[in-house]
């Protein structure tokens, strides 16, 4: 299983920045790194994937260590919309399975 | 709504009960996934299609669990026999290319009483 370690929870207050961590020590050289959230009872959503290169789009920011071996989302202005679990995913391109762990919950507080 | 859609989106059955679930994925996206989740974890892959053919299958896939994409569009997965461990959300996923995101539906949770 291509793993990811993550916390399990992290708190924001509101219109602050976030910075949600995620390791993927077992990441190849070919793997994508993945950013999904869930809010309750509904499906994961896209935020943002990137391979080597820090990336940026309207939902969010990834920074990707040099070594990729960790990454960072971050969030520029946490709103509470932003709540939910967010999971972090390096995909084996060789495969067609991605893992999810347990990911992290974010609480926003108002 | 051009998204991924799931149907039905709840489902409550007796043990034993046969059920199947039906996922319409992005029109143009030629591969799909089906996902379980169970509360509190991350989703956990079940199978893969691209097109109509079924190329990967978990080991959490028993014989009770067929899953198809007869026509490269829709997929349906069925659970025969169900029992209470059969509970959980089912999620379908679609996507275009290997590296690309993948696009969720919002799940079918199913209640095997």
């Known amino acids: 299983d291509a793993k990811t370690t993550q916390p399990n929870s992290m708190e924001s207050n509101e219109e602050e920045p976030v910075h949600l961590p995620c390791n993927h020590s077992t990441i190849s050289g070919t793997d994508y790194i993945h950013w999904y959230r869930q809010l309750p009872s509904q499906g994961p959503e896209y935020v943002i994937h990137?391979?080597?290169s820090n990336v940026n789009n309207r939902m969010a920011s990834l920074a990707i260590a040099e070594d990729r071996k960790s990454s960072t989302l971050i969030l520029h202005r946490a709103t509470l919309r932003d709540a939910a679990v967010y999971y972090c995913i390096h995909h084996q391109n060789t495969g067609n399975q991605f893992y999810f762990g347990t990911g992290t919950s974010l609480t926003v507080i108002p | 709504d051009t998204g991924v859609s799931q149907d039905p989106r709840h489902k409550i059955t007796k043990r034993g009960q046969n059920v199947t679930f039906r996922c319409d994925p992005i029109?143009?996206?030629?591969?799909l996934y089906w996902y379980r989740q169970t509360l509190g974890q991350g989703p956990e892959f079940l199978t893969y299609f691209q097109n109509e053919a079924q190329l990967e299958k978990s080991r959490l896939l028993s014989d009770r669990f067929s899953a198809e994409r007869p026509k490269g569009s829709f997929s349906t997965l069925e659970i025969q026999r169900t029992e209470q461990g059969d509970s959980a959300m089912y999620l379908c996923?679609?996507?275009?290319?290997?590296?690309?995101?993948?696009?969720f539906g919002p799940g079918t949770r199913l209640t095997v009483t």
């Open positions: 029109s143009e996206h030629n591969r």
């Open positions: 996923a679609s996507s275009l290319a290997a590296g690309g995101g993948w696009y």
């Open positions: 990137g391979l080597t």
